[in-house]
């Protein structure tokens, strides 16, 4: 008991010294650093959200996507006043209902969550009766169709045109607010009975039904819990960037994701975040060999695809080379932490 | 009175190629019956018909009075039937604690929201089910090993995890698909002094595949004999060891060691 | 809708879908041996398309020697993918597997976007596959009849390869079982390298024909159709070849007719082709000429 009250007093303290960082930087930091930190919190949210199904069941699911659009549609339609409404639809008029509805911020982005997350209890019939390859294709399929959808159905999405001027609501602290609720709900399900019955069905889901465990119920669960958190994510999103559209969502979105799980360490928490951040901010550094380089004398045109082709080596030299990522299966505790201090390194 | 436990005429074909061809049995509660035959004879089929991993092709499952026919695997097991693994299955990332807690799971009865709230019902629950677990593996001899990936145990403590999980699913039948495969003779005598404790004090009844004879004979109570999907005989050991199909069926396709 | 129509719609749908059938192959080949949909076997489509056109215009090669050079090029490429991004993984869990495909495929995509150039490309046509003619009333394409005629052709050759020769066989034991053909002392990666040439060559072949047919060449050309073929593949039951190629015509077939009979669903279009999947996933898993898969215990 009292080793589980000082971890939670470490953890608040942690939490506590995450915040006084942020504070720091929204007072002091430029634009671009504020911009990075919220990205990396989106991005942990969402990496922490999509090592669940993807790392803790072993499932390759490559549609978060479309759970990510599903967020930040919704979340969007709810902020947008009635007057931003008709500005945006000017080709075919909103459909009545959401034409009127108006939330808080809050509520669009728990709306936004529960939407993806009834959105994947629908598909979760046709794709949890697969595995394998079959899981990623049809998920990827499902990533495609809600794209299309969202191109097609012009009186929902406003179609390719998609919405613009949202209004900026999403800071820091929403951003960071959200990963770390994220962290911890996904932390006390992995490490729950629930948790266990998970990864049982990833080690071998035969032995895990011969143990009484039913896989649909569980990976269901980690699916709508998975699914929750992106659409959440894609509600942060919307309003960070406050222009959202179908070209926005592609399946490289989803190749980002996989490769902050792949690169972290399949099956941690502790590696998706840890990745995530890595992306975050190492994704805007090699923007640079994308932008044009101008030396004074010379000026050397940027390489549209540099950056594509610098991850697809990252992720494959990761999964052939070092597959564990850089946590392997492991999570941070702080009981390893003060092993590690009290043994100096070897 | 219905029957305890009862397998009628069960056929299991794969594709064009009949793998058991009417299997019947019946057990007695606390009994310990025995499987064997050589190899390909059809008996892991047997078991992964009456658990559900593949529905038979006819024939039927009773258990306590109620059909079994074709219900899906995990539902089974909590029904109190619970089985091993001829080539080990374990979590082999999980230690062995845990590979034993995964079987809890099934009876839980906090909820889920129960169990993300930390409330204290989830909380009691979780404390017991990881005592009950180190029970198990006290009883299996795996206690010291507990905090160990089930993957990096020797092979004959990997086949007594196997046992310890199948049993904290708390069954009532127990099939255990080659327990002795793979352990030396020291090891083997030890498991069937446990095989027969763990009957007794769990008051299981168990039903096992060995190719081990000594093993087997020194055992069971009765024996059912496959070959090519067929009964070919049944009766208690020294009727089993006399009997001249038997023995031809075991000279004509030898069996492995 | 009039006969003629609905003939000519007949028409471009068979000569989609063995366009179709004939990429179908090369996924079906793959899986039935190695159990991996191969994510980059799409992007062998723009390999192909690319190596056509730099041989016509940088090496001023005419169309007959540039194209079948293109195919075995792009027979390489696939060998050389197999060799880079899945035999290392031979032994690895599956996810490590079809992560790496995923990879590769990205890889292919934007390596040419940066070599070359996200600009489309216009594909040399030569005329001889231009040419209109008027076949019972209807303005067709001759291209539109050579692509049926020598998916089929190529069919034939595969099949007689496979069930006819030594090489065959040996495909067929490996596609069985992977592990006991190993231990008969098969080399099994040579195999598998035959199984990459082969399947790779015939998405060339439908690459080229693709580019013929929509002559924009771009690095992301082979997805759509990558991911077409690779549902008539299950549609036809994966491992199947005479199955992919039934299933390239069908959902070819299906794609046309739907938007011809219902004109309104023409931007659902490629999201016909994921529900005719989950279609088959639901209902028949093993698609149309496919056998059950089972779990050994
Ligand atoms: N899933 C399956 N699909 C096709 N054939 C199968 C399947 N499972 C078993 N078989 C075949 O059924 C026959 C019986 O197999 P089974 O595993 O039941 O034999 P066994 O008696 O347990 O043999 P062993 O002593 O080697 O364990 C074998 O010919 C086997 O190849
Ligand atoms: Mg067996």
């Given at each position: 008991m009292a080793k589980s009250q000082r971890h939670l007093l470490l953890n608040l303290a942690g939490i506590l010294l995450v915040f006084l960082v942020l504070l720091l930087f929204e007072r002091h930091g430029s634009l671009y650093q504020v911009r990075i930190l919220n990205n990396m919190a989106i991005f942990i949210t969402l990496a922490v959200s999509y090592n669940l199904v993807n790392g803790i069941c072993g499932l390759l699911h490559l549609g978060p996507n479309a759970f990510i659009t599903i967020g930040a549609y919704t979340s969007a339609l709810l902020t947008m006043t009635a007057n931003e409404k008709m500005m945006n639809f000017i080709i075919e008029p909103l459909i009545w209902p959401l034409s009127v509805v108006h939330a808080p911020f809050v509520l669009s982005l728990l709306a936004g969550g529960l939407l993806a997350s009834l959105f994947a209890f629908l598909i979760s019939f046709p794709v949890l009766r697969v595995r394998g390859d079959y899981l990623a294709i049809v998920t990827l399929g499902f990533g495609e169709v809600v794209r299309v959808l969202c191109n097609a159905f012009q009186s929902v999405t406003n179609g390719p045109l998609g919405l613009k001027g949202l209004s900026p609501y999403t800071n820091l602290w929403w951003t960071w607010g959200v990963a770390i609720f994220t962290i911890a709900v996904t932390t006390k399900l992995v490490n729950s009975s629930y948790g266990r019955a998970m990864k049982a069905i990833r080690e071998d889901e035969t032995a895990a039904r011969a143990m009484g465990i039913d896989p649909f119920k569980h990976l269901l669960l980690a699916f709508l819990v998975s699914a929750f958190f992106s659409g959440v994510a894609g509600g942060l999103l919307a309003h960070l960037i406050t222009t959202i559209s179908p070209t926005l969502f592609t399946f490289f979105f989803t190749f980002n994701l996989l490769i902050i799980i792949v690169v972290g360490g399949l099956g941690s928490t502790t590696g998706a975040v840890l990745g995530a951040a890595l992306f975050a901010w190492g994704g805007e550094a090699l923007r640079v060999v994308e932008s044009p380089i101008d030396l004074g004398f010379l000026r050397i045109p940027g390489i549209p695809g540099m950056r594509m082709v610098i991850f697809s080596i990252i992720l494959m030299g990761v999964i052939i080379f070092a597959r564990r990522g850089m946590m392997g299966r492991s999570e941070f505790s702080w009981d390893a932490l003060w092993a590690r201090l009290h043994r100096p390194a070897r | 009175m219905s029957s305890f436990f009862k397998l009628d005429n069960l056929v299991m074909q794969f594709g064009g190629l009949t793998a058991v061809n009417g299997f019947s049995l019946e057990l007695r509660p606390g009994e310990l019956v025995g499987l064997i035959g050589p190899n390909g004879a059809g008996k892991t089929t047997v078991f992964n018909m009456i658990t559900g991993v593949y529905p038979p092709t006819s024939g039927t499952i009773h258990w306590l009075g109620q059909d079994l026919t074709g219900m899906p695997l995990h539902r089974i097991t909590a029904r109190g039937i619970a089985r091993t693994f001829q080539n080990i299955r374990l979590?082999?990332?999980?230690?062995v604690l845990e590979n034993v807690m995964v079987s809890f799971h099934q009876k839980i009865r906090a909820g889920f929201w129960s169990a993300m709230l930390g409330l204290p019902a989830y909380v009691r629950e979780d404390q017991r089910i990881h005592r009950e677990a180190m029970d198990y593996l006290q009883e299996l001899g795996l206690a010291h090993v507990a905090e160990e990936k089930a993957g990096s145990l020797p092979y004959g403590r990997q086949r007594r995890l196997e046992i310890a999980r199948a049993l904290a699913t708390q069954p009532k039948v127990l099939l255990l698909d080659e327990p002795a495969a793979g352990m030396n003779p020291q090891e083997t005598m030890e498991l069937a002094n446990l095989v027969r404790e763990l009957r007794d004090r769990h008051e299981l009844t168990i039903f096992l595949i060995e190719h081990d004879m000594k093993f087997v004979m020194g055992l069971v109570e009765r024996i059912k004999v496959l070959d090519y999907g067929t009964t070919i005989a049944e009766g208690t050991p020294a009727e089993i060891q006399g009997n001249p199909e038997v023995i031809k069926a075991y000279l004509g396709a030898p069996k492995h060691a | 809708m009039t006969a003629t129509i609905l003939l000519q719609q007949l028409i471009n749908g068979i000569s989609l879908g063995s366009l179709y059938g004939l990429v179908a192959i090369g996924y079906t080949m793959v899986y039935g041996i190695l159990r991996l949909i191969n994510f980059a076997h799409g992007d062998l489509l723009m390999v192909a398309s690319y190596a056509a056109i730099y041989g016509v215009a940088l090496f001023s090669l005419p169309w007959f020697v540039s194209f079948p050079l293109a195919i075995a090029f792009t027979g390489c490429m696939g060998i050389v993918l197999d060799r880079g991004a899945y035999k290392p993984l031979r032994d690895a869990p599956r996810i490590s597997l079809l992560i790496s495909a995923i990879g590769a495929s990205f890889l292919l995509e934007n390596m040419a976007l940066v070599v070359i150039g996200g600009i489309p490309k216009g594909f040399p046509r030569p005329a001889m596959f231009a040419k209109v003619i008027d076949v019972l009333g209807l303005r067709i394409q001759v291209l539109t009849i050579y692509i049926p005629i020598l998916t089929l052709i190529f069919l034939a050759g595969l099949l007689y390869i496979i069930y006819r020769t030594r090489v065959g066989k040996a495909m067929r034991a490996a596609s069985v079982d992977f592990e006991t053909t190993r231990l008969m002392g098969i080399n099994v990666d040579r195999i598998i390298a035959i199984t990459f040439l082969i399947g790779s060559s015939l998405a060339a072949a439908g690459g080229i024909m693709w580019a013929l047919k929509y002559p924009q060449v771009n690095p992301f050309m082979g997805v759509i159709p990558g991911l077409k073929a690779f549902i008539a593949a299950v549609l036809g039951g994966i491992g199947n070849i005479v199955g992919a190629v039934i299933g390239g015509f069908l959902l070819g077939l299906g794609e046309i007719m739907i938007v011809a009979l219902i004109p309104e669903l023409s931007q659902y279009r490629d999201a016909f082709s994921f529900v005719i999947l989950i279609l088959v996933l639901l209902f028949r898993p093993t698609g149309i000429m496919g056998e059950p898969i089972t779990d050994k215990t």
């Amino acid at each position: 008991m009292a080793k589980s009250q000082r971890h939670l007093l470490l953890n608040l303290a942690g939490i506590l010294l995450v915040f006084l960082v942020l504070l720091l930087f929204e007072r002091h930091g430029s634009l671009y650093q504020v911009r990075i930190l919220n990205n990396m919190a989106i991005f942990i949210t969402l990496a922490v959200s999509y090592n669940l199904v993807n790392g803790i069941c072993g499932l390759l699911h490559l549609g978060p996507n479309a759970f990510i659009t599903i967020g930040a549609y919704t979340s969007a339609l709810l902020t947008m006043t009635a007057n931003e409404k008709m500005m945006n639809f000017i080709i075919e008029p909103l459909i009545w209902p959401l034409s009127v509805v108006h939330a808080p911020f809050v509520l669009s982005l728990l709306a936004g969550g529960l939407l993806a997350s009834l959105f994947a209890f629908l598909i979760s019939f046709p794709v949890l009766r697969v595995r394998g390859d079959y899981l990623a294709i049809v998920t990827l399929g499902f990533g495609e169709v809600v794209r299309v959808l969202c191109n097609a159905f012009q009186s929902v999405t406003n179609g390719p045109l998609g919405l613009k001027g949202l209004s900026p609501y999403t800071n820091l602290w929403w951003t960071w607010g959200v990963a770390i609720f994220t962290i911890a709900v996904t932390t006390k399900l992995v490490n729950s009975s629930y948790g266990r019955a998970m990864k049982a069905i990833r080690e071998d889901e035969t032995a895990a039904r011969a143990m009484g465990i039913d896989p649909f119920k569980h990976l269901l669960l980690a699916f709508l819990v998975s699914a929750f958190f992106s659409g959440v994510a894609g509600g942060l999103l919307a309003h960070l960037i406050t222009t959202i559209s179908p070209t926005l969502f592609t399946f490289f979105f989803t190749f980002n994701l996989l490769i902050i799980i792949v690169v972290g360490g399949l099956g941690s928490t502790t590696g998706a975040v840890l990745g995530a951040a890595l992306f975050a901010w190492g994704g805007e550094a090699l923007r640079v060999v994308e932008s044009p380089i101008d030396l004074g004398f010379l000026r050397i045109p940027g390489i549209p695809g540099m950056r594509m082709v610098i991850f697809s080596i990252i992720l494959m030299g990761v999964i052939i080379f070092a597959r564990r990522g850089m946590m392997g299966r492991s999570e941070f505790s702080w009981d390893a932490l003060w092993a590690r201090l009290h043994r100096p390194a070897r | 009175m219905s029957s305890f436990f009862k397998l009628d005429n069960l056929v299991m074909q794969f594709g064009g190629l009949t793998a058991v061809n009417g299997f019947s049995l019946e057990l007695r509660p606390g009994e310990l019956v025995g499987l064997i035959g050589p190899n390909g004879a059809g008996k892991t089929t047997v078991f992964n018909m009456i658990t559900g991993v593949y529905p038979p092709t006819s024939g039927t499952i009773h258990w306590l009075g109620q059909d079994l026919t074709g219900m899906p695997l995990h539902r089974i097991t909590a029904r109190g039937i619970a089985r091993t693994f001829q080539n080990i299955r374990l979590f082999t990332d999980m230690s062995v604690l845990e590979n034993v807690m995964v079987s809890f799971h099934q009876k839980i009865r906090a909820g889920f929201w129960s169990a993300m709230l930390g409330l204290p019902a989830y909380v009691r629950e979780d404390q017991r089910i990881h005592r009950e677990a180190m029970d198990y593996l006290q009883e299996l001899g795996l206690a010291h090993v507990a905090e160990e990936k089930a993957g990096s145990l020797p092979y004959g403590r990997q086949r007594r995890l196997e046992i310890a999980r199948a049993l904290a699913t708390q069954p009532k039948v127990l099939l255990l698909d080659e327990p002795a495969a793979g352990m030396n003779p020291q090891e083997t005598m030890e498991l069937a002094n446990l095989v027969r404790e763990l009957r007794d004090r769990h008051e299981l009844t168990i039903f096992l595949i060995e190719h081990d004879m000594k093993f087997v004979m020194g055992l069971v109570e009765r024996i059912k004999v496959l070959d090519y999907g067929t009964t070919i005989a049944e009766g208690t050991p020294a009727e089993i060891q006399g009997n001249p199909e038997v023995i031809k069926a075991y000279l004509g396709a030898p069996k492995h060691a | 809708m009039t006969a003629t129509i609905l003939l000519q719609q007949l028409i471009n749908g068979i000569s989609l879908g063995s366009l179709y059938g004939l990429v179908a192959i090369g996924y079906t080949m793959v899986y039935g041996i190695l159990r991996l949909i191969n994510f980059a076997h799409g992007d062998l489509l723009m390999v192909a398309s690319y190596a056509a056109i730099y041989g016509v215009a940088l090496f001023s090669l005419p169309w007959f020697v540039s194209f079948p050079l293109a195919i075995a090029f792009t027979g390489c490429m696939g060998i050389v993918l197999d060799r880079g991004a899945y035999k290392p993984l031979r032994d690895a869990p599956r996810i490590s597997l079809l992560i790496s495909a995923i990879g590769a495929s990205f890889l292919l995509e934007n390596m040419a976007l940066v070599v070359i150039g996200g600009i489309p490309k216009g594909f040399p046509r030569p005329a001889m596959f231009a040419k209109v003619i008027d076949v019972l009333g209807l303005r067709i394409q001759v291209l539109t009849i050579y692509i049926p005629i020598l998916t089929l052709i190529f069919l034939a050759g595969l099949l007689y390869i496979i069930y006819r020769t030594r090489v065959g066989k040996a495909m067929r034991a490996a596609s069985v079982d992977f592990e006991t053909t190993r231990l008969m002392g098969i080399n099994v990666d040579r195999i598998i390298a035959i199984t990459f040439l082969i399947g790779s060559s015939l998405a060339a072949a439908g690459g080229i024909m693709w580019a013929l047919k929509y002559p924009q060449v771009n690095p992301f050309m082979g997805v759509i159709p990558g991911l077409k073929a690779f549902i008539a593949a299950v549609l036809g039951g994966i491992g199947n070849i005479v199955g992919a190629v039934i299933g390239g015509f069908l959902l070819g077939l299906g794609e046309i007719m739907i938007v011809a009979l219902i004109p309104e669903l023409s931007q659902y279009r490629d999201a016909f082709s994921f529900v005719i999947l989950i279609l088959v996933l639901l209902f028949r898993p093993t698609g149309i000429m496919g056998e059950p898969i089972t779990d050994k215990t």
